[in-house]
């Protein structure tokens, strides 16, 4: 898997630090999901690294991150609270939007579900959500705090012991959650739910995964993890979660080739069509028959999704010169056993430059040919990919046209 290290700005400024999970091969990706973790957790909880990397492995890129003030992310966690969490989360979104494609799964882990339910209804791009282990609404953390509640009122804060940490909870942070004591936000969700929750969780009761189901509307879907902790300790009972996260969330998604196959318009014969998949670089490109993309390097603020354009010129040079050597060999009852094509494109100094600024466009193609060929049909075979028709295109330097269509 690759990592990718993605940072962005939360809604005061504070820089947070995020961990985007990629296939091996950025053609892989189907999808991109967002993760938000549990309470003062971080992004490097056991449960998000191994759900990420093993959705990773099934071709959704996940993007998790730290909340303001916890983990590498700046900013002071005690003047944080549940609202500027679903901010943060939303500033994710719009990261992950700007630099690869907005993200069409969301998953968030005990408070981070209750975060991830709230956030939902402000991203358009979300088809599906999942909570794990995740409580129906923010106030449910409030008990947490009953033996610090008195002191926090009175004083404004407290320090608070939790999961073996110690963090200053301000009043704020009590008046905030207050007002998520509804599951309306859940009953408005316009997207495919899943939950998860196990039985024997003792830090959030199962009863409030029956809230959360019960609140929501079709589609939705409930799945016990049996003996799993709150946690999710144990990285058998991650790799389940995120197995079938990618096979209940494949029935929602609309970024598969298959898809956007079936979104293509009507083309004529010959035509090609090229749409924007992002207000970057990405970009969608359909003949009759088929659906591509195309996209430039992270380094040059791309996505790395897809080939880019230059690479799809030697591309398509390259298998129009194998086809051709190959129709050759076989007209001839040549041994050609295999043709194997390798183009660069380079920009060098002409030879006869005066001022040494200009230069000219090179096309490197170098042919293997393997095969129990003598040097005759070698020679041969090196004049005909002279001929195939794509090489005669850009040899003719043929007229092109642009017209505005209204």
């Not at 003598?374 to 295109?393: F, G, M, T």
Request: glycine share 6%; proline share 3%.
């Amino acid at each position: 898997m690759n990592k990718i290290r993605l940072e962005f700005e939360n809604s005061t400024g504070d820089t947070l630090a995020g961990l985007l999970e990629m296939p091996e091969r950025a053609d892989e990706v189907s999808s991109f999901a967002l993760f938000a973790h549990c309470f003062t957790c971080g992004k490097d909880i056991a449960a998000a690294s191994r759900i990420s990397r093993a959705l990773a492995a099934q071709g959704i890129a996940v993007l998790r991150f730290d909340f303001t003030g916890l983990g590498n992310s700046d900013g002071d966690f005690a003047n944080t609270n549940f609202s500027s969490n679903v901010e943060d989360l939303l500033q994710a979104a719009k990261a992950l939007e700007q630099h690869y494609r907005a993200p069409q799964i969301l998953i968030g882990h005990s408070l981070g579900g209750a975060a991830v339910l709230s956030a939902a209804s402000r991203l358009e791009s979300v088809k599906a959500v999942v909570t794990i282990g995740a409580p129906a609404t923010a106030e449910h953390v409030a008990h947490l705090f009953k033996h610090r509640a008195d002191q926090i009122k009175h004083q404004g804060q407290a320090t608070v012991a939790l999961g073996g940490r110690e963090f200053s909870i301000k009043r704020q942070f009590l008046d905030d959650i207050e007002q998520y004591s509804s599951t309306g936000e859940i009953r408005n969700l316009d997207a495919a739910l899943l939950v998860f929750h196990s039985p024997l969780d003792a830090i959030v009761s199962i009863d409030e995964a029956a809230k959360i189901y019960q609140a929501a509307k079709h589609p939705k879907s409930f799945i016990s993890l049996d003996k799993a902790d709150h946690l999710l300790s144990k990285a058998r009972d991650s790799e389940y979660v995120a197995t079938t996260i990618a096979t209940w969330a494949s029935r929602y998604l609309e970024l598969g080739t298959d898809e956007q196959s079936e979104k293509r318009p009507d083309l004529i014969d010959g035509e090609v069509l090229i749409t924007e998949l992002n207000h970057k670089f990405l970009r969608g490109m359909y003949s009759n028959s088929h659906f591509l993309r195309a996209d430039e390097p992270l380094k040059y603020g791309g996505s790395d999704l897809g080939p880019t354009p230059y690479d799809l010129l030697l591309m398509a040079l390259g298998a129009c010169t194998s086809m051709t050597l190959r129709m050759y060999a076989s007209r001839k009852n040549l041994p050609l056993e295999d043709v194997q094509v390798r183009l660069l494109h380079e920009r060098v100094h002409a030879e006869d430059c005066i001022d040494c600024e200009h230069s000219i466009e090179r096309i490197t193609r170098r042919i293997s040919l393997v095969g129990d060929l003598n040097p005759e049909q070698r020679q041969r075979l090196l004049e005909i990919a002279d001929r195939c028709p794509v090489h005669r295109s850009l040899e003719n330097e043929p007229q092109i046209v642009t017209e505005l269509v209204e």
